[in-house]
């Protein structure tokens, strides 16, 4: 089956450093992929999606690539600040498997100190 | 602004009663969703449906029912409650085809006693 496994959390760092947070996938088919954020008390929100092999996804200056040969979709920016603490998801979907329901990894946890 | 609206953001339940968390979205969305999410375990599907009086299972559905009378809602029930039921129940839709992202409700926490 489809699964998702992200790096474990959680992440700290100081205000202006070099984020990437890891997510590799397994799927029988060729998946959308995603990266989904929760702010403390609040549901998740999309970040920036991908939908076939070498799309880059971007948002408030997060991307991530979409790399088919490493089954690899890594969250990176160049400059955190504060306000990006958050839990982050990544998720996947696989029509070809007749799922219409996203696989999400368990999240990861960033932390910003100023 | 689009919306997902969960009914509550905090419950609390005794063991063994019949618990109803609600799910409205205003964007004519055909599919709707409702996840657990627990510590380390991300996000778990507990059933979705992509119609009107239609339901599917996820990968946990044990101990629970969902109701879809209306398009725009859609209602996860709890036939028994237990202590191992408390968790974050987040409720989702989509417009159909895999590349449309979710809108999310903001959740609602549920306790078991």
């Known amino acids: 089956g489809n699964s998702v496994t992200q790096m474990e959390g959680p992440v700290t760092l100081s205000e202006e450093a070099f984020l990437t947070i890891n997510c590799t996938y397994t799927?029988?088919?060729?998946?959308?992929l995603f990266w989904y954020v929760q702010y403390p008390g609040e549901g998740l929100q999309l970040l920036l999606k991908?939908?076939?092999?070498?799309d880059k996804g971007s948002n408030k200056g997060f991307e991530a690539t979409y790399r088919k040969e490493t089954t690899s979709f890594h969250l990176e920016k160049g400059s955190v600040q504060v306000s990006d603490s958050a839990v982050y998801f990544c998720?996947?979907?696989?029509?070809?498997?007749?799922?219409?329901?996203?696989?999400f990894g368990s999240g990861t946890r960033l932390q910003v100190q100023p | 602004d689009v919306k997902v609206t969960q009914s509550s953001r905090y419950l609390v339940k005794r063991t063994g009663e019949k618990v109803f968390l609600e799910c409205v979205q205003d964007?004519?969305?055909?599919?709707m969703f409702w996840y657990r999410q627990d510590p380390g375990l991300g996000l778990r599907l507990i059933y979705f449906?992509?119609?009107?009086?239609?339901?599917e299972k996820g990968d946990i559905p044990e101990g629970y029912s969902v109701s879809r009378e209306k398009k725009e809602r859609f209602s996860l029930i709890l036939e028994s409650a237990s202590t191992n039921q408390t968790s974050m129940y987040l409720c989702?839709?989509?417009?159909?085809?895999?590349?449309?992202?979710?809108?999310f409700g903001s959740g609602t926490r549920l306790t078991v006693v």
């Open positions: 799927a029988t088919g060729y998946p959308s």
């Open positions: 449906s992509y119609d009107v009086k239609m339901k």
């Open positions: 964007m004519d969305h055909e599919n």
């Open positions: 989702a839709s989509t417009y159909t085809g895999v590349n449309y992202g979710y809108t």
């Open positions: 991908a939908t076939k092999a070498d």
């Open positions: 998720a996947l979907s696989d029509q070809d498997t007749g799922r219409r329901a996203l696989t």
